[in-house]
């Protein structure tokens, strides 16, 4: 499968983005997504994970009530809807794809990368 995130840019704290993961192929439904964020000097990070069927999601504690992970399976598109943003969740964010049915939390987890998409967060 082949991901291609966007919908990154400049917002103000406090402010809000939706970011898009575009997924190739038929079948987009029998994977686990999810989203990580690296910072520069920074190692990836886990932000959000949905399961297959969408009936299951995940979230790192510093974006929970914050952040909503969905997936749009006829569109083969996963969003993250980022709202309340704050200086400290600027990062390229990724997309990720894993085999199976269940979420993750992990880089090595994932089996397919997206590209990324720049997020900064002006204070």
């Known amino acids: 499968v082949q991901l291609q995130a966007s919908g990154g840019g400049l917002v103000q704290a406090g402010g809000s983005l939706r970011l898009s993961c575009a997924a190739s192929g038929r079948t987009f439904s029998s994977y686990g997504m999810g989203w990580f964020r690296q910072a520069p000097g920074k190692k990836r990070a886990f932000v959000s994970a949905?399961?297959?069927?969408?009936?299951?999601?995940d979230y790192t504690d510093s974006v929970k009530g914050r952040f909503t992970i969905s997936r749009d399976s006829a569109k083969n598109t996963l969003y993250l809807q980022m709202n309340s943003l704050k200086p400290e969740d600027s990062a390229v964010y990724y997309c990720a794809a894993r085999k199976g049915v269940l979420t993750a939390t992990t880089t090595s987890q994932f089996d397919y990368w997206g590209q990324g998409t720049l997020v900064t967060i002006s204070s």
């Open positions: 949905i399961s297959s069927t969408g009936g299951i999601t």
